[in-house]
Nanobody, 119 residues
Framework: QVQLVESGGGLVQPGGSLRLSCAVSGSMFAFRYIGWYRQAPGNQRELVAEVISDGRTNYADSAKGRFTISRDTTKNTVDLQIHSLKFEDSAVYYC?????????????WGQGTQVTVSS
């Protein structure tokens, strides 16, 4: 069974940068989409960005410009680089892997990593 393990979260000041990493056990090509989602208290979990098996990427409109998703097929990792962090970026960030036509909720989730933006 595939497992996703996130790392890299923490406390960061506004304007800072952070790099989150999702380690995928097993072949990442078993999934059509591997993405990063986030959930702030009181909010629904939302897509930040995802990478498709052919290498293309999708970003939420709110993530364009400050977030960069990338994958390393040799390390089996999918990273999310975040620049110019804002207070509203504070959330638990989750890695998700899903097949084609499979809704995210029916995919595989990691345990999440907390990102807190605070001065």
């Amino acid at each position: 069974q595939v497992q996703l393990v996130e790392s890299g979260g923490g406390l960061v000041q506004p304007g800072g940068s952070l790099r989150l990493s999702c380690a995928v056990s097993g072949s990442m090509f078993a999934f059509r989409y591997i993405g990063w989602y986030r959930q702030a208290p009181g909010n629904q979990r939302e897509l930040v960005a995802e990478v498709i098996s052919d290498g293309r990427t999708n970003y939420a409109d709110s993530a364009k410009g400050r977030f960069t998703i990338s994958r390393d097929t040799t390390k089996n990792t999918v990273d999310l680089q975040i620049h110019s962090l804002k207070f509203e970026d504070s959330a638990v960030y989750y890695c998700n892997a899903r097949g084609i036509r499979q809704p995210p909720n029916f995919g595989t989730w990691g345990q999440g990593t907390q990102v807190t933006v605070s001065s």
